[in-house]
């Protein structure tokens, strides 16, 4: 089975998605996602211009070593920009190869090793109050894990808000619209909306929180600490993790389960937080880090340290991502949890898909291949619309990390 065609469709059905589309001479067909927030059109010129030709002729069976031959091959390794590309073309093969077979991509894997899928749903307010009414929504919607975030006094546009509606969305300007980030006003904010959730709630849900990269080793440390006693089920992205020794300083201090990963490329990003056990929860999932064949490379690695699965699921990664995300999950023995931040109705329809969401589970599907198509002729009716993730500003005008 040989490779005789690839094509780029780029739709903006209420946000900017790129899918890559590879045809074979037996009339199979597989789709992959290839979108990055805020830089789409890097990643389709990398397509279209640099894979693209290379694919053409080539077995559309050999994953592997088309995977290698992307990555070895182009002597200009890992980046954001060259892993979604090779991840676009790794997830549409595996969706070819799934389909060939005749099985739903999980069997290729190995079979299930669960029922369904647990995952995060993401509540958010303007203030705590706001908040603690969002997180009681999700808990009526039969989420068992639900992701907080609440505006903070003094800071403008504080990560994780949304305005309004559940579909919260931060790309949403044609130009980077300002924010600010005051690192003392979030340490006396963050504890209180927990504090105001457990009181509400009790312990029967699990809480997680999103830190964004926004805080210094040392004020992570202090921030893990003093949530402890709320037991959250994860702290994700407490400090830039470019220097990754910066962990040990937050786990001498804390017991509260971290999370890191939703923009690492490779199995290298995360090397050293693996092998020091310095975080619990590896973000990880199916277009950041190079495709399934990448993927579970890294789960392979924390396995090893008892670290789990959590991959990154936010309205940025399409329903192709999701879907393969799911027969990811379904087969990963060292399975944690999966981020599940609801697509728009436009979305879904312009990419239908056999998953479906039932009492705080993901459910995957059994059509062959990863379960998710493009309808092309609805996608071309919502064009490209460039939008930009916003910037982070201390008082000052000092640029901070978004
Ligand atoms: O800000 O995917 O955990 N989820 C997140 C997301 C990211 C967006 C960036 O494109 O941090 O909301
Ligand atoms: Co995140």
Redesign the pocket.
């Known amino acids: 089975m040989r490779i005789t065609a690839a094509r780029v469709i780029v739709t903006c059905p209420g946000r900017n998605f790129v899918t890559l589309k590879i045809e074979t001479d037996q009339g199979l067909t597989g789709i992959g996602d290839a979108t990055l ?2 830089r789409e059109k890097a990643v389709v010129a990398y397509l279209e211009d640099h894979v693209i030709p290379c694919l053409i002729g080539q077995a559309a069976d050999q994953i592997e070593h088309i995977w290698q031959y992307l990555y070895r091959g182009a002597y200009w390794r890992r980046g954001p920009v060259t892993m979604r590309a090779i991840a676009a073309v790794d997830v549409a093969l595996w969706d070819i190869k799934a389909k060939a077979a005749g099985m739903p991509l999980y069997q290729l894997l190995g079979g299930r090793s669960r029922d369904r899928v647990m995952v995060y749903g ?1 509540a958010n307010g303007a203030d705590i109050a706001e908040t603690v009414d969002a997180v009681g929504r999700y808990i009526d919607m039969g989420y068992k894990a639900i ?1 907080a975030q609440s505006g903070i006094p003094g800071i403008k546009d504080a ?2 808000v949304g305005r309004g509606t559940l579909h ?1 969305e ?2 949403d300007a044609a130009l980077p619209s300002e924010t600010t980030w005051d690192t003392a006003k979030a340490l006396a904010h963050v504890p209180q909306l927990f504090e105001a959730l457990r009181a509400t709630y009790g312990f029967d849900h699990h809480l997680l929180h ?1 830190a ?1 990269h926004r805080y210094t080793p040392q004020e992570a440390a202090s921030l893990a600490r003093r949530l402890e006693d709320f037991r959250l089920f994860w702290l ?2 407490l400090t830039p993790a470019e220097n990754q020794a910066a962990f040990r300083l937050i786990r001498q201090h804390s017991t509260t389960p971290l999370a890191v990963g ?1 923009i690492f490329n490779t199995i290298w990003d995360a090397k050293q937080l693996i092998e020091e056990q310095l975080i619990d929860y590896i ?1 990880t999932t199916v277009v950041g880090a190079g495709g399934i064949t990448h993927l579970r490379r890294i789960a392979d690695l924390a396995s090893l340290y008892q670290i789990r699965t959590g991959c ?1 699921g ?4 399409s329903p192709v991502t999701m879907g393969a995300a799911l027969h990811f999950d379904t087969w990963v023995p060292n399975f944690g949890i999966q ?1 599940y ?1 609801r697509h728009t109705p436009e979305t879904d329809a312009v990419f239908p898909h056999d998953y479906h969401f039932e009492d705080g589970f993901l459910h995957v599907g059994d059509t062959p291949g990863h379960g998710v198509t493009i309808d092309e002729t609805l996608a071309a009716r919502y064009p490209y619309q460039p939008a930009f ?1 916003p910037v982070a500003m201390l008082e000052d005008g000092t640029m901070w990390n978004w």
Not at 314 to 317: E, F, G, N, V
Request: proline letters at 4%; hydrophobic letters at 20%.
């Open positions: 927030n805020g993401h992701r990560y994780g919260y931060p790309a999103d964004h994700e992205d939703e973000r990154h936010a309205t940025d990664l981020e931040m993730l």
